[in-house]
């Protein structure tokens, strides 16, 4: 069981920047693709970026293409999602989840642990 937490939400204004940042419980978690999703208030959580398990591949949301990187330190059993230009629609609650299949994919239903969340908030 490898369990998940993130940090470094908060409230930051358009155009601003936050690092996430989602630290494992577990040495596996270096074998294991990652990924970032995001949840808005009345909407269906949904994706936004995914990395494999070296670092070697990383996919996105068109929404976030260009102005989010998703990357991981397996040392540090870490992962980050740089989030640049933020704009009022990026506030969302956002989770970080492993798969242990290394699926890299953009569907929830892939990823098998789930952390608690961290509330990003942009203000315009």
């Known amino acids: 069981q490898v369990q998940l937490v993130e940090s470094g939400g908060g409230l930051v204004q358009a155009g601003g920047s936050l690092r996430l940042s989602c630290l494992a419980s577990?040495?596996?978690?270096?074998?294991?693709?990652m990924g970032w999703f995001r949840q808005a208030p009345g909407k269906k959580r949904g994706f936004v970026a995914a990395?494999?398990?070296?670092?070697?591949?990383?996919s996105y949301s068109d929404s976030v293409k260009g102005r989010f990187t998703i990357s991981r330190d397996n040392a540090k059993k870490t992962v980050y999602l740089q989030m640049n230009s933020l704009t009022p629609e990026d506030t969302a609650v956002y989770y970080c989840?492993?798969?242990?299949?290394?699926?890299?994919?953009?569907?929830?239903?892939?990823?098998?642990?789930w952390g608690q969340g961290t509330q990003v908030t942009v203000s315009s």
């Open positions: 989840a492993a798969d242990r299949y290394n699926r890299q994919s953009d569907n929830e239903d892939s990823y098998d642990y």
């Open positions: 577990e040495r596996t978690f270096s074998y294991y693709s």
């Open positions: 990395i494999n398990w070296n670092g070697g591949s990383t």
